[in-house]
C-alpha cells in the first residue's frame, strides 16, 4: 500500500475503502485542543510583535488551558473515561476522579508563575503514563470520542500526544519561565 493511501483517510475523512468516515471531525477535536494551547502565545507574539521576552509563560498558559480541559472530562464523561481502562484495574471510577484532580492541580501550576516549572514536568510524565489508555480504548474501540473508531485514530493521538509533550517540555528548559517551587 503506497503511504499517499494511509494518511488520505485523515486528511479527507474517509476509511481505506473509501466510506465516509467520523475520523476527520474527531481529527478536528484534536487540532482544536493544539489550537487552544497555541492561543495564548499566538496572541502575545501578535501584541509584542515576536520581541516579547515571556513566550514560554504563554505557552504554560495554552497547555493550562487544555489540561483544564482533560480535568473537566474526567467529571463529566466519567463513565466513557472508565471504559479506557482495562476491567481489571481496581476501583476505575475512583482513578478517574483522582487522575481529573491531579490535570486540575497541574491546570493551576501552569497558570501560577511558582509551580509553571514543576507542572510542565508534571505534565510531560502525564502524557507518557496516561498514552497507554488512549491505545488500549482505541484499540477495543471504546472510551471518548474518535477513540471509539478504533486503531485508525491513534495517528491522529500519537502526533497530539507528541504536540502535548513537547509543548510541555518546551517551557521547562527556557529561562524566561521562572519558578521558585524548587528553590
Known sequence: MRPSRLWTPLL??????????????????????ALACMAPLAAYLLYTKGRGA????????????????????????????????????????LLIYATGGLEALIAFGLFTEKWRKAAGIAAAVVLVLF?????????HHTGVGAHRLGPQYLWVRTLLQLFLLAWALWPVFR?????????
Not at 498514552?131 to 484499540?139: D, E, G, I, M
Not at 529561562?175 to 528553590?183: E, G, I, L
Open 131 to 139: 498514552f497507554p489508555a488512549n491505545v488500549y480504548a482505541a484499540l
Open 12 to 33: 479527507v475523512g474517509h476509511s481505506l475503502s473509501g466510506d465516509p468516515s467520523p475520523i476527520r471531525r474527531f481529527a478536528m477535536d484534536d487540532l482544536l485542543i
Open 54 to 93: 515571556r513566550k514560554a509563560q504563554f505557552a504554560c498558559v495554552g497547555l493550562g488551558l487544555a489540561f483544564g480541559f482533560f480535568a473537566v472530562g474526567h467529571f463529566v464523561v466519567t463513565p466513557d473515561l472508565v471504559n479506557m481502562l482495562p476491567p481489571w484495574i481496581p476501583q476505575r471510577p
Open 175 to 183: 529561562p524566561d519561565v521562572r519558578s521558585t517551587a524548587w528553590r
